[in-house]
Nanobody, 121 residues
Framework: QAQLVESGGGLVQAGGSLRLSCAAS????????MGWFRQAPGKEREFVSS????????KYSDSVKGRFTISRDNAKNTVYLQVNSLKPEDTAVYFC??????????????WGQGTSVTVSS
């Protein structure tokens, strides 16, 4: 069992930055592909980014590529999402997710409860 706890969300002006963190409890963190999804008001949850256990495979959605950077620290069981050049359309609840023993974050095994990001224009 793993538990994921996100932090770092908040209210920011357009063009600003935030650093989201996701702390994972449990064992074998390095065997999980980790990542982020987001859900804007009235919309479906969408994939944002993922990173494999060793960090060799990183993926981004087209909407965030070049502005967001995912990273992880396996010694701290933590994955990060640096979000830069924020736009009002980035406003959403951001969820951390994990999947064991895979290179892809499809049908995650675990979800965090989310951290809210609001971008004002």
């Amino acid at each position: 069992q793993a538990q994921l706890v996100e932090s770092g969300g908040g209210l920011v002006q357009a063009g600003g930055s935030l650093r989201l963190s996701c702390a994972a409890s449990g064992r074998n963190f390095r065997f999980y592909v980790m990542g982020w999804f987001r859900q804007a008001p009235g919309k479906e949850r969408e994939f944002v980014s993922s990173i494999t256990g060793g960090g060799s495979i990183i993926k981004y959605s087209d909407s965030v590529k070049g502005r967001f950077t995912i990273s992880r620290d396996n010694a701290k069981n933590t994955v990060y999402l640096q979000v830069n050049s924020l736009k009002p359309e980035d406003t959403a609840v951001y969820f951390c997710a994990a999947k064991y023993g895979s290179n892809q974050l499809l049908n995650p095994d675990y979800w965090g409860q989310g951290t809210s990001v609001t971008v004002s224009s």
